[in-house]
């Protein structure tokens, strides 16, 4: 997230399938990320400022996504995964189930969700694992590449200069 956000993020294995949640403070949206088994995404819920989702995406897994009230997105065709703009953990979730080697790269095509406008593009994101640990993502839409740091469960620890994970408290 920007400066003045935080997200705060968990992963949960819940009936068959793992469920990435997320609220991201400082532009005030939760999202709700239904994962399969293969740790690829199946449905995407996101909610701003009301009860009901501002928008809810469901996909076959061979790359049709449709609106939950089943209105087909012709333009996600293709689309793998989705990432928030403001979200670190979404951009790097496709990361858990690319299966790459140390010095291989993958390009997936993901449904980037812009939270303020609900505008949803298809575009390019190219993963590479520099080291056990260690990954670079380059996107399409930007020249910007980012390199991060992630933990035994492929989960973001930190960025270059994207983000910064900080220890939950125990209670």
């Known amino acids: 997230p920007g400066n003045d956000s935080t997200e705060r ?20 949206v939760h999202y709700v ?24 995406l469901v996909t076959d ?11 087909e997105r012709q333009e996600l065709r293709g689309c793998r ?3 928030l703009t403001c979200s670190p953990s979404t951009t790097l979730m496709p990361i858990r189930s690319l299966g790459l ?3 291989d790269s993958a390009t997936v095509r993901v449904a980037l969700i812009d939270v303020e406008t609900l ?3 298809p575009v390019d994101h190219t993963y590479s694992r520099l080291a056990e640990r260690h990954w670079e993502l380059s996107s399409g839409d930007t020249d910007r590449v980012v390199r991060f740091a992630v ?12 983000y910064r994970r900080r220890p939950t408290p125990l209670l």
């Open 61 to 71: 897994g061979t790359g049709r996504w449709a609106e939950m009230n089943g209105a």
């Open 81 to 83: 995964e989705v990432a």
């Open 151 to 162: 933990d035994e469960h492929d989960l973001l620890v930190e960025s270059s200069d994207w």
């Open 101 to 103: 080697a140390v010095g």
């Open 119 to 121: 505008a949803v593009d």
């Open 9 to 28: 993020f968990s992963l949960r294995w819940d009936n068959g399938g793992w469920v990435a949640e997320g609220i991201v403070d400082g532009v005030d």
């Open 33 to 56: 990320l239904r994962l399969g088994a293969d740790g690829r995404t199946r449905q995407f819920i996101l909610f701003r400022d009301l009860e009901e989702p501002d928008l809810w």
